[in-house]
T-cell receptor, first 110, second 111 residues
């Protein structure tokens, strides 16, 4: 059973702080990694993808991948109340099967 | 506007009455997929399709059918719905199997 694990939270950070969201996965052959944001009652929205070890930055978001440790993370700099949502980590093993973690609920307090 | 369109948004039905949830995308995407989302269980893949006439089972395919006769459409069929299929369903599409674009969701209640 391929697994993707996330701390369910809630993770509470003050406005302007860095939010750090973590994800581990079990399948060593995983090749593609994604972060989705899901607001309450809405559909998941893709915010970051990462395919190779290291960091990838896009605006206030940075995704980090360490395949040796089977670990992927998402950093949100200068967190805003509008960032309050559930963040889903997803792992694609063969271009077909996207396995999601349970999500981490982030709360950014003004 | 590039989007994935699901219908209906809300559906209440009775046990055993066949239903179809439609899904259509206008982005010429090759990959399409159906997920269900349940509290405490997260998003789980039901079926996916890599191209027209190519479909395969995901993690929780029992009780569901799909078809991919055209590239843009990927309907989800419940031949004999049961209460344990009460859930929030999402259709999604992707150009190359990477990041998916999700539809707005269908909240299904089976009584």
């Amino acid at each position: 059973q391929k697994e993707v694990e996330q701390n369910s939270g809630p993770l509470s950070v003050p406005e302007g702080a860095i939010a750090s969201l973590n994800c581990t996965y079990s399948d060593r052959v995983s090749q593609s990694f994604f972060w989705y944001r899901q607001y309450s009652g809405k559909s998941p929205e893709l915010i970051m993808s990462i395919y190779s070890n290291g960091d990838k930055e896009d605006g206030r978001f940075t995704a980090q991948l360490n395949k040796a440790s089977q670990y992927v993370s998402l950093l949100i700099r200068d967190s805003q109340p509008s960032d309050s949502a559930t963040y889903l980590c997803a792992v694609d093993n063969a271009g077909n099967m996207l396995t999601f973690g349970g999500g981490t609920r982030l709360m950014v307090k003004p | 506007e590039a989007q994935v369109t699901q219908n209906p948004r809300y559906l209440i039905t009775v046990t055993g009455k066949k239903l179809t949830v439609t899904c259509s995308q206008n982005m010429n995407h090759e990959y399409m997929s159906w997920y269900r989302q349940d509290p405490g269980l997260g998003l789980r893949q039901i079926y996916y399709s890599m191209n027209v006439e190519v479909t395969d089972k995901g993690d929780v395919p029992e009780g569901y059918k799909v078809s991919r006769k055209e590239k843009r459409n990927f309907p989800l069929i419940l031949e004999s719905p049961s209460p344990n299929q009460t859930s929030l369903y999402f259709c999604a599409s992707s150009l190359n199997g990477g990041g998916y674009t999700f539809g707005s969701g269908t909240r299904l209640t089976v009584v």
